[in-house]
């Protein structure tokens, strides 16, 4: 049990740092320089505190990326900025998965996550 618990865990932390690795890679074109990153500004949770148990569902891991590491990120996506009527700014996405949101100047967040399950990004715990 012990043994299952660290595996989804080392496999979630892994798909969770390759999803912030590409992240920051979609960052790279700023013009900071990657020998010198920052801080990522974010929080994470899980979708259910008993993943481990194999039985409880869903399993997700989700991040919520804020303030200048959302606004980098939003401001190099490729996307359009759409209007959002939930925060009454902007909103882009990329493949319906990662959603960042603009509702102000210096208001930035984006959320996404990882489905322990499917092995695979999934969009982010987030509500209007």
Avoid at 29 to 42: F, T
Avoid at 89 to 97: E, N
Wanted: with cysteine; net charge negative; hydrophobic share 35%.
């Amino acid at each position: 049990m012990l043994s299952q618990l660290f595996r989804n865990v080392a496999v979630s932390v892994g798909l969770a740092s390759a999803v912030i690795l590409l992240i920051t890679a979609n960052i790279g074109a700023l013009a900071q320089d990657r020998h010198n990153p920052e801080a990522i500004n974010g929080v994470y949770h899980l979708g259910n505190e008993n993943c481990a148990d194999g039985k409880s569902d869903p399993c997700q891991f989700y991040v919520e990326l804020r303030g200048d590491t959302a606004k980098a990120l939003y401001e190099n996506m490729r996307s359009k900025a759409q209007k959002d009527e939930c925060t009454g700014g902007t909103m882009k996405t990329d493949d319906d998965v990662l959603y960042c949101f603009a509702s102000d100047p210096d208001d930035y967040v984006c959320w996404f996550g990882d489905d322990f399950e499917q092995r695979k990004i999934v969009v982010g715990d987030f509500s209007c």
